[in-house]
């Protein structure tokens, strides 16, 4: 069964940080670009940032530029996005997604999707 998992998310205060993690499981997800993107309620899912399989990254959300990091470790079949400096406006299901193709912010263009990991800032 091809399935993606996050994991990382929770409660954190604004300024805090959160490293979330992607883990492939019945896949390999070299020849994969993966992508984060995040919803909050009410809003549409906005793409994040994305890595290629070859590891070049590019960032989404113009809000979250300079605050996003994001990496991938083959062996480990992970991908991570480090957040940092976490505001109240982050607050959102953070969702990763595997693509064959290339990075887009676009999301009904990747294969495959996680469940979500929660991730609230907030006092």
């Known amino acids: 069964q091809l399935q993606l998992v996050e994991s990382g998310g929770g409660l954190v205060q604004p300024g805090g940080s959160l490293r979330l993690s992607c883990t492939a499981s019945g896949f390999a997800l070299d020849y994969y670009a993966i992508g984060w993107f995040r919803q909050a309620p009410g809003n549409q899912r906005e793409g994040v940032s994305c890595?290629?399989?070859?590891?070049?990254?590019?960032n989404f959300a113009d809000s979250m530029e300079g605050r996003v990091t994001i990496s991938r470790d083959n062996a480990k079949n992970t991908v991570s996005l480090q957040i940092n400096n976490l505001k109240p406006a982050d607050t959102a299901v953070y969702y990763c997604a595997a693509v064959s193709g290339t990075c887009s912010r676009y999301h009904f263009v990747y294969e495959f999707w996680g469940q979500g990991t929660q991730v609230t800032v907030s006092s």
């Open positions: 890595i290629m399989s070859g590891g070049g990254s590019t």
